[in-house]
């Protein structure tokens, strides 16, 4: 099974700032890779989906690149509403779809 | 609106038994591929399950297979997991997720419930 490894597993920053997050699978996956935010007590939030392409509806201050094995999302001018903990995901071939284990941004 | 509604969550005993329900309204249900995700206390997201569009494929992580089973009823818009030999680290939020499938670009878990709370204890 493709292992999901996402770095750091948590970070400070403030309002304003420009926040990089990475995820490295154990196998190639081309750009079978999904990011999603989660914030307590509301549902999981699908960000970007085949490493780059921006989910409808989620601000453009929200990136993903990467292809292969090494991924990031940035989120650039970081907002209030963004703290939150955000998971990549592989979703290249057959299940299981694995998760990264989370990287929580923090004030 | 396109919505997601899971049930069936609440205590369960070790070795026991719990039904999960996750109801869908604003989208033809049986276009769609479906799974079932979860979050322990404390800790990261965890895929369990995965049912193709008729029910005739399914896929189960290695945590809960043989214990839990998936299914759905498209007449009904609903999807089920039947879970069974509970443990205490099946506690966790379940939610029910729709895959979407976007040719030549990839594929993602698009559209989630708020999820059910499961607690395994005696």
């Known amino acids: 099974d493709v292992q999901m490894t996402q770095s750091p597993s948590s970070l400070s920053a403030s309002v304003g700032d420009r926040v990089t997050i990475t995820c490295r699978a154990s196998e190639y996956i081309r750009t079978s890779l999904n990011w999603y935010q989660l914030q307590p007590g509301k549902a999981p939030k699908l960000l970007i989906y085949g490493a780059s392409r921006l989910q409808t509806g989620v601000p453009s201050r929200f990136s993903g690149s990467g292809s292969g094995t090494d991924f990031t999302l940035t989120i650039r001018s970081l907002q209030p509403e963004d703290f939150a903990t955000y998971y990549c995901q592989q979703s290249f071939s057959t299940p299981p779809f694995t998760f990264g284990q989370g990287t929580k941004v923090e004030i | 609106e396109v919505q997601l509604v899971e049930s069936g969550g609440g205590l369960g005993q070790p070795g026991g038994s719990l039904r999960l329900s996750c109801a869908a309204s604003?989208?033809?249900?049986?276009?769609?591929?479906m799974n079932w995700v979860r979050q322990a206390p404390g800790k990261g997201l965890e895929w369990v399950s995965y049912?193709?569009?008729?029910?005739?494929?399914?896929y189960y992580a290695d945590s809960v297979k043989g214990r839990f089973a998936i299914s759905r009823d498209n007449a009904k818009n609903s999807l089920y997991l039947e879970m069974n030999s509970l443990r205490a680290e099946d506690t966790a939020v379940y939610y029910c997720?729709?895959?979407?499938?976007?040719?030549?670009?990839?594929?993602?878990?698009?559209?989630w419930g708020q999820g059910t709370m499961v607690t395994v204890s005696s």
């Open positions: 604003g989208f033809s249900f049986s276009n769609y591929e």
């Open positions: 049912i193709s569009f008729t029910g005739s494929t399914k």
């Open positions: 997720t729709r895959r979407v499938v976007v040719p030549s670009t990839g594929n993602a878990f698009d559209v």
